[in-house]
């Protein structure tokens, strides 16, 4: 029976399966719990997800905070917690330009970014860290601070709805402002297909190191941007200026994949250098590789 359940709520982690959801508060919601159901499993043992409403009593704190419900129930003392008490601040910025609607397959690399952003904002409220929304392309479209009240939820879900892909990409600018607004050390979660000058990119993710923020990049590609595998004559056209190009994909795949294997290589080796959590994904892979990658960062912050 246990593993008939697991099962059930394991297939939520696939993109495809939950884009047939619609509502996003359900998309997070079973995006999380097939991913703690599934947290026993190789290689995810030893690992643990704890949804703290309240924490044990200790002296010296204030008793008008007691919760005399769960004292009723389990004969201990806990203490309400609230905002200001949280682990962390967390910020997640959203890439919504206009190649982040590129698709291949069900879902547009924006839909799976959005679906990621509401995964993670649901595993984080509930674990008290407070959550905030960055959506940008060429600025910054909409800021929500964070907050650690669970409520909060339907707020950031709501934005997330309502973000479309539609303009430019300008990542750097985004990151240098936000960097300067962020006065106290937090987590920061860049969720983007990255397609803007590189050396800007990192510049940007190195002004947020320098201040001491935590970083997480969820790199988000369509599989056919990674294989390339298209076949006989393709327009292609830049999302965002409108140019075109005609060309024979088969010509060019060996070159397009290896200066793509190249500049990944170089994400891989600068964010590693500058100690950065870079995890490349595609929009097929099941949401479970993510959420683990955050957990294993969350876990090493403390």
């Not at 008793?63 to 769960?70: A, Q, S």
């Amino acid at each position: 029976m246990a593993n008939k359940t697991s099962n059930i709520y394991q297939r939520y982690l696939r993109p495809e399966v939950v884009s047939r959801l619609g509502r996003l508060d359900l998309i997070a919601r079973m995006v999380v719990e097939g991913f703690i159901i599934g947290l026993h499993r190789s290689p995810y043992h030893g690992f643990s997800v704890e949804f703290a409403q309240h924490r044990q009593y200790m002296p010296g704190d204030d008793t008008k905070y007691l919760d005399w419900k769960v004292f009723g129930k389990t004969e201990r003392f806990y203490i309400k917690e609230f905002e200001e008490e949280t682990n962390l601040k967390c910020y997640i910025l959203l890439d919504t330009s206009a190649s982040m609607s590129y698709h291949s397959r069900e879902i547009t690399k924006l839909q799976y970014a959005t679906y990621l952003s509401a995964a993670l904002s649901y595993l984080m409220l509930n674990q008290q860290d407070a959550v905030g929304l960055v959506v940008f392309d060429q600025k910054i479209r909409k800021y929500l601070p964070p907050k650690a009240v669970k409520s909060y939820l339907k707020q950031l879900l709501l934005t997330l709805h309502v973000s479309k892909g539609s303009r430019r990409t300008d990542i750097s600018a985004t990151f240098h402002e936000m960097a300067d607004r962020i006065k106290r050390r937090g987590l920061i979660i860049v969720i983007s297909d990255l397609f803007d000058d590189f050396s800007k990119i990192l510049s940007g993710l190195k002004h947020f190191r320098h201040n001491k923020h935590e970083v997480i990049v969820f790199h988000i590609l369509d599989p056919l941007e990674r294989k390339f595998d298209f076949h006989g004559d393709v327009v292609f056209e830049d999302m965002e200026t409108g140019d075109q190009i005609v060309t024979q994909p088969a010509h060019i795949k060996k070159e397009y994949q290896r200066e793509f294997g190249r500049v990944i290589k170089q994400f891989q080796r600068e964010c590693r250098e500058n100690q950065i959590h870079y995890v490349l994904m595609d929009t097929g892979e099941s949401f479970e590789k993510a959420l683990f990658e955050y957990l294993v960062k969350r876990k090493r912050i403390g």
